[in-house]
């Protein structure tokens, strides 16, 4: 793909607001942010991946992946898993969970491929039901915990008992955010490079027009199991990363309201297929969510859903996009005069 | 194994199956004419019910007229939620998750807070009656009842009205009707309507035998969701035999597996039908 070649001052623009925000974020915690607010937003940022996932992969081929929170689940549980029962630590088992959840997602969602529209939704949001149902039931809440999840010791708690007890808790936090955010610029970045390249284009075609694609030699298959293959792998980092950091993994991750829907809103609210738009909505949204807590307290659900119902019925084609693009534009112009 | 077991699976089957049907049945005919699950539709559930309860509790009205209220309250809420929320995100459908799914989010947010978490329940339909010596309560029967009627009056409404007819037609094709002078949009909130009412009238029956909480929305909503997948989407008939199947199924794996997996069962059966017949035992291919 050959797109015309761009002036530097053009290309600095363009990723003046990126490096901005890395900057900002980078930064954060020497401003002084800590405690609650850092714990968030190692969330959002760990959010971050799988709203690009669902971006990259519904967003483009709108083969709406619902079972997004079930991939998520899994590599968490994975992950409690193979500590629990292997004795692998924490820091080397994330290696290994990734894997194993994708294979996982791969092998259950690789049947309904073939299916399309509502019906693949459907039967994409079952799994993290049946997941939820077989994770609290009889035999097997046995050995995966049931309601009360799984223990074991969090990311880097060996080392941080070796500290002082002082800064112990302060180290955890400082480090697992900036896991987080290196994990969130990274996934960014390659998102960014996918989501426009010749593969990309695919996706996009595929959700478009899928025989028109196939007629114009796409591999449709092919296209959609990497598209979902490099989706879940996204999810599964998350959930891998997410479930280290926070001992106990419960049911709470697989449960579509928390890791399925923040996500989804991002990605919709964002603009679909535009990786940029769904980054800064999920930013935007998930920290505003955390805000109206202290607020409104017990009404935030209610305001907050009100507020994003009226954002998607007057742009159900998204409206963070825009807004950055309106924006951009704007900023080109002060600059360039 | 004692005999008195199957004739208790048998008739309990049959009870749990015809809620099953009463709920799944207007939540079918909405996604076949929207080609959209409405994700609010089990907040209707609990919101007719929760609508019983304070009408009884703080007005201390009778339990049919509160009944009756509530069901019409739900028709309209079901409408308010079609207009407002999903008539505008129409050419979005991605969209209509987040919408439906927002609003229902409102309603058990909103329960939860002015209502706590405490369940609640209504007053049986008083009365026991032996089935084949197993003893029943009347309320069952009631729900059979109204139940079976719910069934033939969507039916009928579907086959020999106009209105009927023109839901069906929108069904088939959004184009096409519009082409023979059918207003889409008019069927679409006839749907509404009707849906409403009979997730009204399924909260309002079932509340006496269940307890009621603010979250008791979801499980019925996902019931539906496999029902409609199983049975065929728009499929009528379809409902029909996909909530006997899923009643049966999970009344029989209740008994051999006991609690918790048995709940599942069904939706495993689900997703290998699905994977194999995507378009569900009475569907068509499209």
């Known amino acids: ?337 | 194994m004692d005999i008195d077991i199957y004739k208790y699976i048998l008739i309990f089957s049959i009870f749990h199956s015809s809620t099953y049907l009463m709920f799944s049945l207007g939540f079918s005919m909405l996604f076949g004419v929207a080609k959209i699950p409405n994700l609010a539709y089990g907040s209707l559930y609990i919101f007719s019910s929760y609508v019983v309860y304070s009408l009884m509790t703080y007005l201390g009205l009778e339990q049919v007229v509160a009944a009756l209220i509530a069901v019409s309250a739900a028709g309209l809420m079901s409408l308010l939620i079609g207009e407002a929320v999903v008539r505008p995100a129409l050419k979005m459908p991605v969209s209509i998750f987040i919408t439906t799914l927002a609003v229902a989010y409102i309603f058990e947010e909103f329960f939860r807070i002015e209502m706590g978490l405490k369940p609640i329940t209504l007053p049986l339909y008083p009365g026991v009656t032996y089935v084949l010596g197993v003893p029943v309560s009347n309320h069952w029967f009631l729900v059979l009842v109204a139940s079976s009627l719910m069934f033939s009056l969507l039916v009928a409404f579907l086959k020999y009205t106009v209105l009927g007819r023109s839901i069906r037609a929108v069904a088939e094709s959004w184009e096409e009707s519009r082409r023979l002078g059918i207003n889409p949009l008019k069927v679409l909130r006839v749907a509404f309507f009707v849906s409403g009412i009979y997730a009204g009238a399924t909260g309002v029956l079932l509340t006496p035998l269940k307890a009621l909480t603010p979250t008791a929305g979801w499980g019925p909503l996902f019931t539906a969701f496999a029902i409609v997948a199983l049975g065929g989407v728009g499929s009528v008939s379809g409902t029909l035999i996909a909530s006997f199947v899923y009643g049966f199924l999970e009344q029989t794996m209740t008994y051999i597996l006991g609690g918790g997996i048995a709940s599942i069962s069904p939706l495993i059966l689900i997703i290998l039908v699905l994977v194999f017949r995507p378009q569900g035992i009475m569907g068509r291919v499209e």
């Open chain 1, 1 to 337: 793909m050959v797109f015309a070649k761009r002036s530097t001052k053009d290309l600095i623009i363009g990723k003046t607001p990126f490096f901005a925000v890395l900057a900002g974020l980078t930064l954060l915690p020497l401003l002084g942010v800590g405690g609650y607010w850092l714990d968030v937003l190692t969330k959002v940022n760990l959010f971050l991946l799988v709203t690009l996932a669902i971006d990259l992969y519904s967003g483009t081929t709108y083969y709406l992946n619902l079972g997004v929170s079930f991939t998520f689940g899994f590599a968490g549980y994975a992950l409690a898993l193979l500590n629990i029962y292997y004795g692998i630590p924490i820091e080397y088992s994330i290696f290994l969970a990734v894997p194993i959840s994708v294979f996982f997602s791969l092998v259950i969602l690789l049947p309904s491929l073939r299916i399309r529209g509502v019906y693949f939704a459907i039967l994409s949001l079952l799994i993290p039901i049946v997941f939820i149902g077989i994770v609290t039931a009889q035999p097997f809440s046995l050995y995966l915990g049931g309601e009360g999840g799984l223990r074991y010791k969090q990311l880097f708690l060996d080392f941080a008992r070796s500290l002082p007890p002082g800064i112990r808790l302060t180290f955890l936090q400082y480090s697992y955010y900036y896991i987080s955010l290196v994990a969130a610029v990274i996934g960014y970045l390659i998102a960014y490079k996918i989501g426009f390249s010749e593969f990309g284009f695919m996706l996009r075609a595929v959700g478009q027009d899928e025989e028109l694609a196939e007629s114009v030699g796409i591999n449709t298959l092919k296209v959609k199991v990497i598209g979902y293959l490099i989706s879940s792998m996204y999810v599964s980092v998350a959930g891998a990363l997410y479930a280290s950091m926070r001992s106990p993994v419960t049911v709470d991750l697989v449960v579509p309201a928390n890791t399925l829907v923040p996500p989804l809103t991002s990605a919709i609210v964002g603009g679909l297929g535009t990786i940029i738009g769904p980054a800064i909505a999920n930013y935007m949204l998930l920290l505003t969510y955390e805000s109206l807590w202290g607020l409104i307290g017990r009404w935030r659900v209610i305001v907050y859903m009100l507020l994003l119902i009226t954002i998607v019925v007057i742009k159900p084609q998204g409206l963070v996009f825009r807004i950055y693009l309106d924006l951009k534009k704007r900023l080109r112009g002060v600059l360039l005069e």
